[in-house]
T-cell receptor
Framework: DVKVTQSSRYLVKRTGEKVFLECVQD?????MFWYRQDPGLGLRLIYF???????EKGDIPEGYSVSREKKERFSLILESASTNQTSMYLC?????????????FGDGTRLSIL | GQQLNQSPQSMFIQEGEDVSMNCTSS?????WLWYKQDPGEGPVLLIA?????ELTSNGRLTAQFGITRKDSFLNISASIPSDVGIYFC????????????FGTGTRLKVLA
């Protein structure tokens, strides 16, 4: 079974802090994704990556950046956290670059910005 | 970004009842996926559909890929309390910058 692990289940940070959310997958997947999930809005794509050191913007990249230095790890960075970034963050991965295989999700990080 | 129209948004049902939910879109998809998300957890894949008209079952769950490729439905038969959660559909397309489009979810509550 694919295992997508997010480093924290719950995180509380202060406005203006730089925040790192980490995601690791153990199945040598090519593609990794970061979403945020808010009530009534569903899953919104922040960034995704199809390869090491490669990133593409999703629907809502403003205020976020990402890093993929190793294939198994995809980090989401909040450069200067704001209260409107309080949300549930979900990481996902899929095997190949051009397939339509289902995304495998981590358990999520519930982030609160005070 | 594009979203799928998923209905109903929420439903309360009695244990033992059958449940039906659906997703529709103006776009064509190559694949339809159905996920369930328990409170405080990430979404877990229930069923994947790869062909128009395909009908697939997973235990008490049955899902169909619409013949027009623009819709899909999920049925749950004889619901039980552990079916509670949020059910998401996702359409996958090979056109556009990225490919996974998610519905806004159906929140299911089962009354024992």
């Amino acid at each position: 079974d694919v295992k997508v692990t997010q480093s924290s289940r719950y995180l509380v940070k202060r406005t203006g802090e730089k925040v790192f959310l980490e995601c690791v997958q153990d199945m040598d997947h090519e593609n990794m994704f970061w979403y945020r999930q808010d009530p009534g809005l569903g899953l919104r794509l922040i960034y995704f990556s199809y390869d090491v050191k490669m990133k593409e913007k999703g629907d809502i990249p403003e205020g976020y950046s990402v890093s993929r230095e190793k294939k198994e790890r995809f980090s989401l960075i909040l450069e200067s956290a704001s209260t409107n970034q309080t949300s549930m963050y979900l990481c996902a991965s899929t095997p190949g670059a051009l397939d339509d295989q289902p995304q495998h999700f981590g358990d999520g990080t519930r982030l609160s910005i005070l | 970004g594009q979203q799928l129209n998923q209905s109903p948004q929420s439903m309360f049902i009695q244990e033992g009842e059958d449940v039906s939910m659906n997703c529709t879109s103006s776009s064509i998809f190559n694949t339809w996926l159905w996920y369930k998300q328990d409170p405080g957890e990430g979404p877990v894949l229930l069923i994947a559909l790869y062909k128009a008209g395909e009908l697939t079952s997973n235990g008490r769950l049955t899902a169909q890929f619409g013949i027009t490729r623009k819709d899909s439905f999920l049925n749950i038969s004889a619901s039980i309390p552990s079916d509670v959660g949020i059910y998401f559909c996702a359409g996958v397309t090979t056109s556009g910058t990225y490919k996974y489009i998610f519905g806004t979810g159906t929140r299911l509550k089962v009354l024992a």
